[in-house]
């Protein structure tokens, strides 16, 4: 199982960025997908989560009403809209995979994640 996060990228405050993260070996719908993102001397942070074969999701207080996380199961992607950046959102950003499924729940807790991807590099200039 590998997942692979892209999308990342330079942006101005207040821009767009897309990520996703594409998996194989799997069937991502299956399981809860968690984003994350680290800054430098920071702790990884949960940024946003989506529910196992549903799309219920959930949100961090700092990001909620600017980022939207969903599924493509066409693609087996997941992706994160993060739109109105702000100079605080610049971090490495990772997508991770829970094995163990409980219906209607994911998490925002690191240790709680199984597979990750490679991280993708997101900076917003002020």
């Known amino acids: 199982v590998q997942l692979q996060a892209s999308g990342g990228g330079l942006v101005q405050a207040g821009g767009s960025l897309r990520l996703s993260c594409a998996a194989s070996?799997?069937?991502?719908?299956?399981?809860?997908v968690g984003w994350f993102r680290q800054a430098p001397g920071k702790e990884r942070e949960g940024v946003s989560c989506?529910?196992?074969?549903?799309?219920?999701?959930d949100y961090i207080d700092s990001v909620k009403g600017r980022f939207t996380v969903s599924r493509d199961n066409t693609k087996n992607t997941v992706h994160l809209q993060m739109d109105s950046l702000k100079p605080e959102d610049t971090a490495v950003y990772y997508c991770?995979?829970?094995?163990?499924?409980?219906?209607?729940?994911?998490?925002?807790?690191?240790?709680?994640?199984?597979?990750w991807g490679q991280g993708t590099q997101v900076t917003v200039s002020s």
């Open positions: 991770a995979l829970d094995y163990m499924v409980i219906p209607d729940t994911c998490a925002l807790k690191f240790y709680e994640y199984d597979v």
């Open positions: 070996g799997l069937r991502l719908r299956n399981y809860a």
């Open positions: 989506i529910v196992p074969n549903d799309d219920d999701t």
